[in-house]
């Protein structure tokens, strides 16, 4: 999780501190007892761990426990949180919560290995998050008074892959476990490489504060790797010029581990591999709650490919998956009605916390309530409602293509394989990401207006005409494009985009002077480095000027196009800063240096296509 999201994940845990403080204040400490301890692992290491302990003895409780890098502060036996848990009302609920910190984090002791590797086939003195897990919760079981002998875990984002990582090899008395936007795989992509495209700007911000090194267990980290700060983010990255110069004296200077480890492993190496935790997502039976966001920047990947992976490795699983219209977090967050222009028209975290996550872990720790929800409950932007399947993607889709044309338009006839669209990609002028200045990742790029971009004569686009019916696609979107490059290496970034009508009114609470009319919302889009395109491992140049395939599958969507609006795919060669530049050259990009930018061309043939997960109307 980058420092952006982590600020979203701050701001939505005091908003829960706040609006539960402001009824019920003292919650907590006039409930529960509690106790701050170090857990030994089988290794030696002890784990920092507080544990919130109900005063009341009507009946055994079951753990709810949630493993962090974050800090499980605040410390101290008489330091109580205001809120603990996921939700206000799983609070009330009363567990025996627990929160640790990990290894190498905060106040525990060891060494932090950013997705620490899962070993397989461990020896008894071996560790991973998965021994730490299992270690914890034995210990928990056999030295905490009245509980039930039942544990659930959960967490979001890194807290997310170490929910993930108590799945293999798991403790028998985990009994409900939910990854909530968990990092998986962070080359193919998650937070720090999509597709083998760096995502630099995150990266950048984040690593200077989860990168800072400790020489001892600490209640907060001193100070980041560097002094930082900018109102204007496309142009300091634009200044900082070449990804070496994140090595200077005056930022990273070789002094954070896991930036140097970034900068060094810059294919799909043994680094990544051993990092990637679906790999080891087999036979799983234990209960589990995948929990993602449509908007979601850093991990909507790990939530997708995480339920992909059980569903895969187990046909007898008990595995669902959650997806929200929501951003990093925020399905915790007290509301959640709208987003960037969307009015989604209800509630939806509230529905999620009383509806799925509360009945979820109260149905399998204490045989309360009943869990009837779908194997996949699903909200569908556009429509703005919650759809329920058997299995997702869902079965009951289409495979629909649109082809590129000269006119810019998406049709049904594929064209010619020797015509094309050309322009001309230039590191000096990198295409933006959003539209206006920032000093951090605009959050709302995701649903983003578009209309800044399909002006450049950098940025090629392509629509359909208007709909004469709603058109609701599910799943992955895939680009088959045929391209030809005068370089020998680019990146290619595909965008699909709901255009509004003339007519669309604007949304509740849209800022003075602002208009729906027209508005190119961004629904999806993703980058390929091109040297990766046929293998992440084993990166190929690009034959200048020979016409090359490149196929790029999108993250999935669950998205309604209404009657009257139009679908148009933008194509572009550079994201920037969210993206680091690419020197369009085939090199080691982190060795680049300023003259080894080249300004390419680009041609993108009339036979590409884009294929579409068309949902059967019934």
Not at 3 to 13: G, I
Not at 47 to 66: R, S
Not at 255 to 268: G, K
Request: glycine fraction near 4%.
């Amino acid at each position: 999780m980058k420092k952006t999201c982590l600020l979203f994940v701050v701001f939505f845990a005091l908003i829960f501190e706040n609006t539960f403080a402001q009824t019920i204040p003292d919650f907590v400490k006039d409930n529960f007892i509690k106790i701050d301890t170090m857990i030994k692992m089988r290794d030696g290491i002890r784990l920092y761990t507080i544990i919130y302990v109900p005063k009341d003895n009507i009946e055994k409780y079951p753990f709810l426990l949630e493993r962090t890098p974050y800090s499980c502060g605040p410390y101290g036996d008489t330091s109580y949180a205001k809120s603990i848990g996921p939700n206000p009302r799983l609070m009330k609920e009363k567990f025996i919560f627990v929160c640790q910190d990990v290894r190498g984090r905060y106040m525990s002791e060891g060494v932090n290995l950013e997705m620490t590797p899962h070993i397989k086939n461990k020896t008894k003195k071996q560790v991973d998050e998965s021994s730490d897990t299992y270690d914890t919760v034995d210990w928990l079981l056999k030295n905490i008074k009245n509980n039930n002998g039942r544990v659930g875990i959960y967490g979001i984002s890194y807290p997310g892959f170490y929910a993930t990582a108590s799945l293999p090899e798991a403790h028998p008395a985990i009994k409900a476990v939910s990854p909530q936007a968990p990092v998986t795989d962070e080359f193919e992509g998650d937070d720090a490489n999509h597709n083998g495209a760096f995502f630099l700007m995150d990266n950048f911000d984040f690593m200077n504060y989860f990168g800072a090194e400790r020489t001892s267990p600490v209640k907060e980290y001193s100070k980041p790797v560097f002094n930082y700060f900018t109102k204007d983010a496309y142009s300091f990255f634009k200044s900082l010029g070449v990804l070496k110069n994140t090595q200077s004296a005056k930022y990273y200077n070789s002094n954070c581990t896991i930036w140097n480890e970034y900068l060094e492993h810059d294919t799909y190496d043994d680094y990544w591999k051993a990092r990637n935790i679906r790999n080891h997502l087999e036979n799983i039976k234990t209960p589990t709650l995948v929990v993602g966001g449509w908007f979601d920047a850093e991990n909507l990947f790990g939530a997708l490919k995480t339920y992909q992976s059980i569903e895969s490795g187990e046909a007898n699983n008990n595995c669902k998956i959650v997806m929200g219209p929501w951003t990093h977090g925020a399905w915790e967050s007290p509301e959640w009605k709208q987003y960037a222009s969307h009015d989604f028209k209800s509630n939806t975290s509230k529905t999620f916390q009383d509806s799925i996550e509360t009945t979820f872990f109260n149905y399998y720790l204490k045989d309360k309530d009943s869990f009837n929800v779908s194997e996949a409950s699903i909200f569908e932007t556009g429509s703005n409602k919650w759809t329920h399947y058997n299995q997702w993607p869902p079965s009951n889709t289409n495979n629909f293509s649109f082809y590129l044309n000269e006119k810019n338009e998406l049709t049904k006839e594929i064209g010619s394989n020797n015509t094309a669209d050309e322009y001309i990609s230039d590191p000096n002028k990198p295409v933006p990401y959003t539209n206006g200045i920032y000093a951090n990742r605009n959050n709302d790029y995701m649903a983003e207006d578009q209309r800044f971009a399909y002006t450049r004569p950098d940025v090629l686009y392509y629509q359909s005409g208007i709909l004469d019916k709603d058109v609701t696609i599910t799943g992955s979107i895939s680009a088959n494009l045929n391209v030809s490059i005068t370089g020998t290496d680019a990146d290619f970034i595909v965008k699909i985009i709901d255009v509004l009508p003339d007519n669309e009114p604007n949304f509740r609470n849209a800022p003075k002077g602002f208009q729906m009319a027209g508005y190119q919302r961004l629904v999806r889009a993703e980058v390929m480095r091109g040297k990766f395109r046929n293998s992440l491992e084993n990166p190929e140049p690009f034959e200048p000027n020979k016409i090359t395939s490149v196929n790029i599958t999108l993250n999935d969507v669950a998205h309604t196009f209404k009657k009257g609006h139009k679908i148009m795919v933008q194509i572009q060669s550079s994201w920037f800063p969210l993206v680091d530049m690419n020197p369009q050259q085939f090199m080691k990009i982190p060795d680049a240096d300023k003259d080894d930018f080249k300004k390419i061309a680009v041609k993108i043939f009339h036979n590409s296509k884009i294929n579409f997960p068309l949902l059967e109307q019934k």
